[in-house]
């Protein structure tokens, strides 16, 4: 009889990424016989090469090697060579509706992600906002894998880690945790401005929290260049603060990293979901966007999500368009103090 194996298909940016990995982790422990290839970008590797022993990882590079359709034709090729036996779309976008007409083509058993277009809709609507909760991106994963006959409980919980990681295999300066700091990350950065607390305030929190714990550090994480010159410039003023990019190299070493810290800080972002799966717990910001459009993080709490009642918010599902009424508001009036009370809360 041929082994079930299932391809799971997630490309996008590495916080929509980072959300599938509960739900495969919860697929591959409820049905161990079933063999679990994720195809994805390169960078997501770490995420699951040591999440589950029947979870494999590919990486495809969608803007370069496997680029325009005859780079998803080859794509293709490769993948019908693994002998899946059934295909998840957890994206529903045009590369993988491409390589998901491939296989119903030929008669592979197909699911994909319901985004939930119409509500989504309501939800940002200017006019006649139905502000409710709508589906988690965890339940629309789970959901394309019940479609496929592989129901999954995602009330279980599994280590979406390897036990928390010696800070002895990060580089020398992140050093050891006395029994008396408290160690906070921060991220202060998002894709989109709409989802971007202005750095000026960010550091006004940072200022507090430090008079309020002398002994505290600060772990800082950005990516861009712009970021990380920002994040020099905070540490250089504040001697509790760590610039984090310039001392770890690679996601590995941040999620180790974040499975030490006591609290995080972070926008709707990247991080938000690394630290979730590092077990960490999030104060989470949000301005253009809303929990309640499914995106928080893993097994955080909406009592740590900090944010402003407006009538326009959200706005928007990602956090890319143009400020209603133009001055983003729902972040430049958000009072530092409101996240300093949460974090607070949380040590």
Known sequence: ????????????????????????????????HVRITVLSRPFARPFYENLAPNVGFMGADTKGEYHGIKGLNALYRRLTAKNFTAIAD???VLRSDYLRMRFNLDRYRVAHLDKHRPERRQLTSANNKVLEPLPTAFENYAQVFEKLGYPIDMSQTYPLMPTAASLRQLPAEIGEKKPFQQWIGIAPFAAHRGKAYPIEKMEQVVATLIHNHPSCRIFLFGGGDKEKQLISGITERHANCVNVPALLHGLTEELMLMSHLDVMV???????????????????????????????????????????????????????????????????????QLIINKVEANL
């Open 1 to 32: 009889m041929k082994t079930d194996h299932i391809l799971v298909i997630r490309f996008s940016a590495m916080g929509d990424v980072a959300m599938t990995v509960p739900v495969v982790c919860a697929l591959a422990h409820q049905y161990p």
């Open 266 to 336: 972070s926008m709707d972002s990247a991080n938000m979901h690394m630290a979730s799966l590092a077990g960490t717990t999030v104060v989470s910001v949000w301005g253009a966007t809303h929990p309640y459009a499914g995106f928080l993080g893993w097994k955080q709490s909406m009592d740590n999500a900090v944010q402003l009642d407006m009538p326009c918010r959200p706005c928007s599902i990602f956090g890319n368009k143009k400020c209603l009424r133009g001055d983003h508001a729902c972040m430049m009036t958000l009072d530092p």
């Open 90 to 92: 957890l994206h529903n």
